[in-house]
């Protein structure tokens, strides 16, 4: 059973950096059959796709935040990462990680818990 | 940017059938995944490409998709199902991914 878990800081000032981790288990992130996605949700709202990345390094970002959003793979240590830069309090939300099905319109089978970041001084 | 419309809330009461819709420009040339969310939780997938089931997901849960809606139907609903349910699809026109605006569905 594959599962996944994020992990970062709770909370980050105005202007800096978030800076997340997504820990994949009872899989190999190296698999060419998926992709591995970054979905947000502010609180009492919808859910909002960041971006994704491939084994290979190839990612694709969501237009609406691609200048600010940098996602990387570690298959060493089967992990990919996500970084938002100058975040404001917009940017409170939690934070998925998902497994995406590579297909010519995939969909995400396998989600992490969520964590909550905080955009605030 | 893609549009996926939802509204806002369904209400149904225990037995009957729910249907939630998700509207877009011609979403019937596309795939449509759903996910139900039920509060705290991560979003679980019910229907993808359209009306296929993942496995452990009930028989009640099926879904089609023509024209300018796609639609999520729950048969003889149970107080269980009461949750979120958001659409997806991929818009090839920008790569990237697209939720639908989500709908409350509330067992009465």
């Known amino acids: 059973q594959v599962q996944l878990q994020e992990s970062g800081p709770g909370l980050v000032k105005p202007s800096q950096t978030l800076s997340l981790t997504c820990t994949v288990s009872?899989?190999?992130?190296?698999?060419?059959?998926?992709?591995w996605s970054w979905i947000r949700q502010p609180a009492g709202k919808g859910l909002e796709w960041i971006g994704r990345?491939?084994?290979?390094?190839?990612?694709n970002y969501n237009p609406s935040l691609k200048s600010r959003v940098s996602i990387s793979v570690d298959t060493s240590k089967n992990q990919f990462s996500l970084k938002l830069n100058s975040v404001t309090a917009a940017d409170t939300a939690v934070y998925y990680c998902?497994?995406?099905?590579?297909?010519?319109?995939?969909?995400?089978?396998?989600w992490g818990r969520g964590t909550l970041v905080t955009v605030s001084s | 940017s893609y549009v996926l419309p939802q509204p806002p809330s369904v209400s149904v009461a225990p037995g009957k059938t729910a249907r939630v819709t998700c509207g877009g420009h011609?979403?019937?040339?596309?795939?449509v995944h759903w996910y139900q969310q039920k509060p705290g939780q991560a979003p679980v997938l019910v229907i993808y490409?359209?009306?296929a089931r993942p496995s452990g997901i009930p028989e009640r849960f099926s879904g089609s998709n023509s024209g300018n809606t796609a639609t999520l139907t729950i048969s003889r609903v149970e107080a269980g199902d009461e949750a979120d349910y958001y659409c997806?699809?991929?818009?090839?026109?920008?790569?990237?991914?697209?939720f639908g605006t989500g709908t409350k569905v509330t067992v009465l």
């Open positions: 998902a497994r995406d099905i590579i297909a010519v319109a995939g969909y995400f089978d396998y």
């Open positions: 009872g899989g190999s992130i190296s698999s060419g059959t998926y992709y």
């Open positions: 990345i491939y084994t290979s390094g190839s990612t």
């Open positions: 011609n979403i019937g040339s596309k795939s």
């Open positions: 490409y359209d009306g």
């Open positions: 997806q699809v991929w818009d090839s026109s920008s790569d990237h991914y697209v």
